[in-house]
Structures are given as C-alpha cells and as structure tokens.
C-alpha cells in the first residue's frame, strides 16, 4: 500500500463526505438522479446499533479522497460467510496512485481475519480501468449469474401479494 494512504473505519462524523462520494460516483455512473440517500440513512444504516453495513475511508495527506461501503453475506455452498463491496470510489484526481487496489487489499483483509470464503463485488461493464484494477489483482468475472433486482412497485406488489 502506498505510505502516504490511510485507509480507516468511517465514523459518524464522516457523514457529509460519505454522502459526497455517493453522489460523485452516481454521477461517475451516469445515475446521479437515482441517489435517494439522506443522512438519515447513512446513519441508521452504517452507525446505529445493528447496522450491518461498513464503511471505510481512505485518506491522502489528511484529506478523504475516497471511501468503500461493504456487508457480510453468506454462502451456504461453503458454510461461511463472505464480504460484498457495494461501492468503493475515489477520488478522479487521486486514481492511479495505488488508493483503489489498497482498498480491495484492505477489505480482503477483513475477510481473511473473519474467516471469509469470498470477496465479490460487481462493476460496470464499461468501466475498462477498474476491471484492469481487477484482473491485475486476479479477480474472476463470474459470468455464469445473471443478476437479478426487485425495486419500487414490484418490489412492493410482490411483498404485498
């Protein structure tokens, strides 16, 4: 890992750049208008008591340049747990300087000491640098799934029927 990078819990009082980086990489995605998070939900879903999503920040000479956002799920193939990435985002004018690949190490940490089986996430198929970051650190596109998503009314029609 680069000398200079600090990779850290978040806390709550990292809040606001959370929320930041949410909105940049929304915007980075071409999704900015699909952002309904608040505060309010970083709060109870990261800091309260029983949040089961993690965030990490990673900081360059004292300042957040980026931050990743993980859970705990589990394979019942392997009778263990593993570790999602959700997002992880840096910073446009701190890429190539090594902070995405230390995140992953660092994540792949956590998941060696708590005894996970896996560490997956997903990416955009048009986002050529971060799948180069991904196959130099010899992760493997799992294109035998097809992934699958509920949201907004048919999430709520299927629940309610």
């Known amino acids: 890992m680069n000398s200079e990078l600090v990779i850290r819990p978040a806390v709550i009082?990292?809040?606001?750049?959370i929320l930041r980086f949410i909105r940049d990489l929304a915007i980075f995605e071409n999704a900015e208008n699909e952002v309904l998070t608040t505060a309010a939900h970083v709060h109870r879903t990261i800091f309260s008591e029983g949040a089961t999503a993690h965030a990490l920040i990673c900081e360059s000479e004292?300042?957040?340049?980026?931050?990743?956002v993980y859970f705990y799920n589990y394979s019942t193939w392997q009778g263990r747990n593993g570790i999602y990435l959700e997002d992880l985002y840096i910073d446009p004018e701190a890429r190539g300087k090594g902070a995405g690949k230390a995140m992953l190490q660092h994540i792949a940490k956590i998941a060696v000491e708590n005894d996970c089986g896996r560490f997956e996430?997903?990416?955009?198929?048009?986002?050529?640098?971060?799948?180069?970051?991904?196959?130099?650190?010899?992760?493997?596109?799992?294109?035998?799934w097809i992934r699958y998503r509920l949201t907004g009314d048919a999430l709520l029609e299927l629940a309610s029927s």
């Open 13 to 17: 009082g990292d809040t606001d750049t």
């Open 62 to 68: 004292g300042s957040p340049i980026g931050f990743a």
């Open 121 to 144: 996430w997903s990416v955009l198929d048009w986002n050529t640098p971060a799948i180069k970051v991904y196959d130099a650190i010899g992760a493997k596109p799992q294109s035998e």
